[in-house]
């Protein structure tokens, strides 16, 4: 089952803040968020592996909640380079027959000056 | 650079034609993965190759196969194509069957 990315598309002004995010009807082992600039390829920005890990990455960072099969992207202070699709990627636990990565349907993120 | 490479960068080709896509893993990466990207649409995973073996499988069609050889290379051959068939393709490599997956820049498919 596809994951399920919230909002489809979403306009800020450069130093706003926004969310984004990755929900599942499957039991998941792991997120994986990529950001895509338009006409290149998709860019690894972070991976959660536990219930409840957060991660960071300058001012770009990601909670799991493993219990709510959920995601969250958190972009803090937006820079006009963040503009972009940013993509939730969502694992199955091992034992899953259907272990493949499944991605969401994108986020577009629109950064204004 | 993510240090996977993808040839070629642009292909135009007619219907019912077959085509060959490579690509290169990062150095050290036993695993490939091939996904189609239509325009302004998601991911298509379509196959997962580790250490030179089908690993998973997703959406692809029965007109296209792949490989990996013995040096982790990898092909996708697209076969009777169609104009549906016309997206960017992308290979993406991993150290290990699962986690964090590094893109190549892409194979532009046009059909014509």
């Known amino acids: 089952q596809q994951p399920v990315q919230s909002p489809q598309a979403v306009i800020l002004r450069e130093g706003e803040d926004a969310v984004i995010n990755c929900s599942s009807s499957k039991a998941l082992y792991s997120v994986h968020w990529y950001r895509q600039k338009h006409g290149e390829a998709p860019v690894f920005l972070m991976i959660?592996?536990?219930?409840?890990e957060q991660k960071g990455h300058d001012k770009i960072s990601a909670s799991f909640n493993e219990k709510k099969q959920q995601s969250s992207l958190y972009l803090t202070a937006s820079q006009l380079s963040y503009s972009g699709t940013y993509f939730c990627g969502t694992e199955p636990p091992i034992t899953d027959r259907d272990d493949k990565i499944i991605f969401g349907k994108g986020t577009r993120l629109h950064i204004l000056p | 650079d993510s240090g996977v490479t993808q040839t070629p960068k642009h292909l135009i080709t007619a219907t019912g034609q077959r085509v060959t896509l490579r690509c290169s893993p990062r150095?050290?990466?036993?695993?490939v993965y091939w996904y189609q990207q239509s325009l302004d649409q998601g991911l298509q995973f379509l196959i997962q190759y580790y250490n030179g073996e089908e690993r998973a499988k997703g959406n692809i069609l029965e007109r296209f196969s792949a490989q990996q050889f013995p040096d982790l290379h990898s092909e996708l051959n697209l076969s009777s194509l169609e104009l549906g068939d016309s997206a960017l393709y992308f290979c993406a490599s991993s150290p290990r069957t699962r986690g964090e997956q590094y893109f190549g820049p892409g194979t532009r498919l046009t059909v014509t």
């Open positions: 150095s050290g990466d036993l695993s």
């Open positions: 959660l592996l536990k219930g409840g």
